[in-house]
């Protein structure tokens, strides 16, 4: 099974869309808090509109967003360890909207959204390791992006940045 995620951060409505399509995307899951944008085109309303002339569901999630006051204290400390702890403690108690994203995931090609380009800083990754540790054992995640592409939900090279592993986020999230 695959999931994909994609950061809009540097693409242009257009290049958006463009990769979506190629993928055959079938179902959008946009997992930001607010779904708000100061980018022209990727408002919810924006969003809800115009995917569907491309075929594709638009779904926000809201509760598989990170809380503002997460966001806002890594703005201001750019701590991820700390970042990491505080939002796999908060998405471990959603466990409804997890179980419903995993419906999602496994009912149509679903894909990621936030804003956030490097997924190895966002919390997609986290989502993704989520289900494929609790919901999808086989679970391919495939960030899109026009530039590189990643397998494995945690980088390897960025490991050495995260405080929690596999086995700690499982004890997290039974």
Not at 76 to 103: G, M
Request: hydrophobic share 35%.
């Amino acid at each position: 099974m695959r999931l994909y995620t994609i950061g809009y951060e540097g693409l242009n409505e257009s290049e958006f869309y463009t990769l979506l399509g190629e993928l055959s995307i079938a179902t959008l899951v946009d997992v930001r808090e607010l779904p708000l944008s100061r980018k022209p085109g990727f408002s919810k309303k924006a969003l809800s509109n115009k995917l569907p002339d491309y075929e594709i569901q638009y779904i926000h999630e809201p509760s598989l967003g990170c809380p503002s006051e997460i966001r806002h204290d890594y703005k201001q400390d750019n701590d991820w360890v700390k970042y990491s702890e505080r939002f796999l403690d908060y998405i471990c108690t959603q466990t409804v909207s997890l179980t419903r994203l995993a419906q999602i995931a496994s009912a149509s090609t679903t894909c990621l959204m936030c804003f956030e380009r490097d997924y190895s800083r966002c919390h997609r990754s986290y989502l993704s390791l989520l289900l494929s540790r609790n919901y999808f054992p086989d679970l391919n995640v495939i960030n899109i992006d026009p530039t590189m592409t990643f397998d494995n939900p945690v980088l390897a090279d960025k490991k050495d940045q995260l405080l929690t592993t596999d086995v700690e986020i499982g004890a997290l999230c039974p």
